[in-house]
């Protein structure tokens, strides 16, 4: 049997927690009167601090991914067992949060849309929102239909318009750690929801599931720093968070038979 290995998941969170720190007094000392960026300690800090977590995330899935080889499915490697439960319950949740904040952020950013983004932006928070709650239902039965593998491609596709819309609203912001944070989190999410979508296929990817599900787990904690968010960045934040959290913890805690 695979040993648990219950220390990734709260590793990711006190992590994200101290960036969050960390880029708060950032963004405190890091201008001068005129609100120009200087190099300060926690703007240095917080640089190597970002290089530093990605790296120990990446060395960890690196060594320790082929610990979980033996995982075949979807309702396996996310929802195993008595995890189940709590994973249904926190994902509707996060399918809650997330359509909140896609919402939100449609009503405040639509101007800036042509009908073609507005469209395409509708149809993956709604297409996002289904997969979710599809995911929360079939993990009571941990049975997860094949269809619903195409279906968590639109999560991915939705973090990836982010992502976009995020570099291309901040391309002559001369500082990179003002967004860079944000765009990371929306990078890890697409990552994630294509590693785990590739699961209902049967087709395990158990280093990049690892680490997309722990950078996604801290960067979230990490953004939210950032001042004048916008709240509906908050909502997508809290989603990203929540279903990472659940599912990475319950593909790395929870033991199974070795290969």
């Avoid at 079939?138 to 491609?153: D, E, N, T, V």
Wanted: aromatic share 16%.
């Amino acid at each position: 049997m695979q040993k648990k290995t219950i220390w990734p998941v709260p590793s990711a969170l006190v992590l994200g927690i101290m960036g969050f720190l960390l880029r708060f007094l950032h963004f405190n000392t890091g201008y001068d009167e005129k609100g120009l960026p200087v190099n300060g300690f926690f703007t240095l800090s917080l640089t190597i601090f970002a290089a530093a977590v990605t790296l120990l995330f990446l060395v960890s899935s690196l060594v320790m991914g082929k610990r979980f080889n033996s995982i075949a499915d979807f309702g396996d490697a996310f929802a195993p067992g008595k995890h189940r439960g709590i994973y249904s319950v926190l994902t509707a949740l996060s399918a809650v949060l997330a359509l909140i904040g896609c919402i939100m952020f449609f009503a405040g950013n639509s101007g800036s849309l042509t009908p073609v983004l507005k469209a395409l932006f509708i149809a993956l928070t709604a297409l996002t929102f289904l997969a979710m709650v599809f995911y929360a239902l079939y993990a009571k039965s941990g049975g997860f239909p094949r269809w619903l593998g195409y279906l968590g491609i639109a999560p991915a596709l939705l973090w990836c318009f982010f992502l976009i819309y995020q570099y291309i609203a901040n391309a002559s912001n001369p500082t990179v750690t003002e967004y860079s944070f944000e765009c990371i989190a929306f990078a890890a999410g697409a990552l994630f929801s294509l590693s785990a979508a590739g699961y209902i296929f049967r087709k395990r990817q158990p280093k990049a599931t690892m680490f997309s599900g722990l950078m996604l787990t801290s960067f979230p904690i990490m953004a939210a720093a950032t001042p004048g968010t916008p709240a509906a960045y908050y909502f997508i934040f809290g989603s990203q968070l929540i279903f990472a959290a659940v599912s990475t913890w319950g593909f790395t805690a929870f033991p199974r038979k070795k290969d």
